[in-house]
C-alpha cells in the first residue's frame, strides 16, 4: 500500500531533504533510517519537495509504498517520532491511492519567506527568518509582489542547476505580511523551479531596499535572464507551509 | 560611568548566564569578552538575573562601569553586536546614575514560560518551550495561578542551592495566555528565588494534567516544603522578559 506522511522540519542542521552520497545529515537519510527500523522493507520516500540546505518545513508531504506495514496507520506517527531527532517529526500518516505521486498529484504548493526587519536582529529569528536591519519599503515590496501572479516564463527566476522541462509556471497568490518588524511573503503556485521562491524573495527585497524599482519586474520577466532579477534570498529564512492534493482527504 | 546594556540571548547552547570557572561557554563571559576588545578596562558586568542552562532572554538589564568609553554610546551596540554571536545580541545601550545596580534597583521583573501543548511536538518550539503533548486544562490552571498573586512565603517553590536572605516575595501578576497549542505563563514580581518561575510553571503542569488538584496550592505555599510543590519545569521554556527601573527612561 502508499503511505503518504506529513513530516514538520526545522532544516538548520540538514544538508535539505534529498539524500546524498556525500553528505550523510539529509531529513530524507534520517526519516528512511526510522522508517527501516520499524517497518523493515519498502520502497524510497518521495518528497513534494526537495528542500535546499537550511530550508524548513511546516506540513512536507511525503509518500512510500510498503507491502507488509507491520504498524497500524494510526500508531506510525508515534513509532517514527520515537526514533527521530527532535527536529524532525511525522505530523501524520494515511493510505493513499497506489501510484499516488506527491510530486505530480499537488496542485498547488505554498511556500513561505521571512524577514526579520528589527533595527537589532532578533535572536530568536535568526534561524528562520533572513535578518535585513535596513528599514524596507513594504509598499513597494507589495506592489512587485503583484507582476509575479499569474503564468509567466519564470526562467529569470531560477538558478541553474534546476532539471525543469519547462520554466513557465503558474503563480496563484503572493501576499505579504507586515507584523511588529516581521515581513512574512507567502506565495503559492502550481509548483517552482529551482530556487524560484528565494530569488523572487531576493527581488523583493531589493525592490524594498530601494535597489530596484518595482516597475522594473515585468520586463524581467520578459527578458528571461537571471542577471536582471535580485539577489538569492538565503535558505534559512524558507519554509515550506503545504501542499493541496485535490484527491486526498 | 555606569552603562545599562540590554541584551536578548538564546540560551539553548550556554551554560547560564553567570561566568563559571569550570565550564567556559556562559552569555557572561562571550559578552565580556566582547566589552574588553571594544573598550579595554571595564569594571564586572552586572545582570538582572542570573538564567540557569538553556533559558533565554528577551530583553535583560546588564550594567558595567568603565571610565573610559572608546566609543559612542549609541554605536557602541553595533561595535559589540559585530563580535558577538548570532544568539546574544545587545538591543540598546545608555547612560545611567553612578552606583546603578541593575539587581537592586529593579522594582519588578517579569518571566515568561512557554508550553508546547500540541498532540504532535511542534519542531520550531522545542528550543523556546516545554513540550507536552497530553491535552493540558487550563481553566484549572488559571485557577491555580491565582493563588500565587500577592506575598508569601515562597520557599516551597525554591530549589536548593539558592542564597536569598529571605523567601518572601511578591507577585504582582500572572497570566496564562492561549494560542493554538501554545499555553504561555507570564509572572510578573518584585524578584525570584532559584528556579522559583520554574516550579510554579512545572505546578501549574501538574494542574493541568489533572495531578494536583488547584485548591491545593494555599496549602503547598504555607507548608514551605519543597517536595509539597510539583515538578521543576525545564529550563528552555522559560524567558525573561523585562525589567522595570523606576528612575531610568
Known amino acids: 500500500m502508499t503511505v503518504l506522511l506529513t513530516i514538520q522540519y526545522d532544516g538548520t542542521d540538514y544538508s535539505g531533504w534529498q539524500r546524498q552520497s556525500n553528505t550523510p545529515h539529509t531529513v530524507q ?24 540546505a537550511g530550508v524548513h518545513a511546516l506540513a512536507m508531504p511525503c509518500a512510500f509504498v510498503c507491502d507488509n506495514l507491520r504498524i497500524p ?25 497506489d501510484g499516488f505521486c506527491p510530486i505530480i498529484d499537488a496542485t498547488s504548493k505554498t511556500y513561505r519567506y521571512e524577514i ?12 528562520y527568518a533572513w535578518q535585513i536591519r535596513r528599514e524596507l519599503d513594504t509598499a513597494a515590496m507589495r506592489q512587485a509582489a503583484a507582476h509575479f501572479v499569474g503564468t509567466h516564463d519564470f526562467m529569470a527566476f531560477c538558478a541553474s542547476g534546476g532539471s ?5 509556471r503558474t503563480i496563484f497568490e503572493i501576499n505579504l505580511r507586515e507584523t ?18 528565494r530569488i523572487i524573495a531576493g527581488t523583493l527585497a ?3 531596499l530601494g535597489k530596484l524599482p518595482q516597475e522594473r519586474i515585468p520586463a524581467i ?8 532579477a535580485g539577489q538569492t534570498a538565503p535558505a534559512n529564512g524558507l519554509t515550506m507551509v503545504g501542499v493541496v ?5
Open 29 to 52: 537519510e534520517v526519516l528512511e533510517n526510522a522508517l527501516e527500523r520499524r517497518l523493515g522493507a519498502f520502497r524510497v520516500i518521495t518528497a513534494a519537495g526537495r528542500t535546499d
Open 73 to 97: 496507520l494510526d500508531r506510525l506517527p508515534l513509532a517514527l517520532n520515537s526514533l527521530l531527532p527532535p527536529d524532525i517529526r511525522v505530523m501524520s500518516a494515511r493510505r493513499v491511492g
Open 116 to 127: 526579520d526587519n528589527s533595527p537589532c536582529s532578533d535572536v530568536f529569528a535568526r534561524r
Open 164 to 168: 525543469a522541462a519547462t520554466s513557465v
Open 180 to 197: 511588529a518588524n516581521r515581513v512574512s511573503i507567502s506565495v503559492t503556485g502550481s509548483g517552482f523551479l529551482y530556487n524560484m521562491v
Open 206 to 208: 531589493d525592490v524594498g
Open 221 to 228: 520577466l520578459l527578458s528571461r535572464d537571471r542577471k536582471k
Open 245 to 249: 492534493y485535490p484527491n486526498v482527504l
